[in-house]
C-alpha cells in the first residue's frame, strides 16, 4: 500500500521500518537536517535493547500536496504540533488518517477534519509504546518486541480496520484496539505530565531525578490526584488497575521509578518544553472544573515553570 508517515521522529521512524518491511510504500514527510539525512543515508536506527543497526531506504517529502493521494496517513506529531498539521491534512485528498502521540483533543481535532475536511475523513487515535532519541542523523529507538500501538476510535469501532489489519499482516507489529480510547490517552497524560515536570526541572540528568526523593514522592502523590481528577469528571480509569496500583502502593511505584532512572536506558528517553506545556495547559482546566485538590501537581507545575 501507499503510506505516508508524516513525522520522522523515534515514533514516526519505528514506524516506517515497520512498514517498509512489510512491504508496503513508505514515504516519510520530513523538512530540514532531518530530511537531508534520511535522503542521503536512509532510515537508519539503532534498537537499544535488540543491540542491532537496521538501515532501510526510504522515499522523503517535504510537503503534502492536497492532491497527493495515500491510502493511509499515519500523523505521529508531538501534541503541540497537531494544531499546525490538520489544516494541512483536512486539505489533503487522502480520507483514512490516525492520529498518534499524546492527546487532549481527540474531539476536537476529529471535529474539524470532519467539518474541514475536503474529502470524507475517517478518523482513528493511536499511542505507539516505543521511545528514544535522535543522535548523529540516526534514530535510537526503546521497545519492546515487535512493537505495538494502542488503537481506537472515538465511535467505537474504527471504521477503516479491515485497512488497517493488511496493512499489518506481514509485520510482527500487535495493534491492540481499544474501544475508549479518548478516557486511555487522557489516564496516560495523567502518568507522563508529572514524570516529565521532574525530569525537565533535572534537565533530563536521570540520576537526579533518581535522587531527589522530595520530588519522586510528589510525582507519584501527582499521579494519583490526576486519575481522581479523571474520575471526578466521569472518565473511566484505564487500562484497569494502573491507577488502583499507584494510589494503593506509592512506595513501591516511587523506587521502581526510581530504580529505572538509574538505568542508562532512561538517559535515552527524549521530551520536549513545548509538548508539556501544552498538555500541562489543557489538562489545567479539567482540574479547575473538578472539585479533587491536587497539591502535589500544583507544586511541580510551580517548581517547574519557575525553573523554566
Known sequence: MNILIYGAGVQGSYLA???????????????????EDLEETGLVIRH????????DPVRVTRKLEQDDTYDLIFVMMKYSDFEAVLPILAGNISSHIVLVGNNMD???MQDYLS?????????AFG????????????VICIRGGHGKMVIGSLEGNIPFRPLLEQVFERTKYKLSYHDQIDAWLKNHMVLIVPANMVILYHGFEMRKVARD????????????EGFRVLDSSGYPLIPV???????????????????????????????TATELAAL?????????????PTPNWDALETEWLNQS
Open 48 to 55: 537499544y535493547l535488540q543491540r542491532k543497526t537496521t538501515t
Open 241 to 271: 488497575g494502573q491507577a488502583s496500583w499507584i494510589t494503593r502502593y506509592p512506595n513501591l511505584i516511587r523506587w521502581a521509578l526510581k530504580l529505572f532512572f538509574m538505568l542508562p536506558v532512561s538517559r535515552l528517553i527524549d521530551g
Open 213 to 224: 526523593d522530595k520530588r519522586m514522592r510528589q510525582f507519584v502523590a501527582a499521579m494519583g
Open 280 to 292: 500541562n495547559e489543557a489538562f489545567a482546566e479539567w482540574r479547575a472544573r473538578s472539585d479533587v
Open 17 to 35: 521500518h515497520v512498514l517498509i518491511r512489510g512491504g508496503h510504500d513508505v514515504t516519510m514527510l520530513a523538512r530540514g537536517q532531518r530530511a
Open 106 to 108: 481527540t474531539y476536537a
Open 127 to 138: 499511542f505507539q509504546a516505543t521511545a528514544g532519541t535522535r543522535m548523529d542523523g540516526r
Open 115 to 123: 467539518k474541514n475536511g475536503r474529502s470524507p475523513k475517517e478518523i
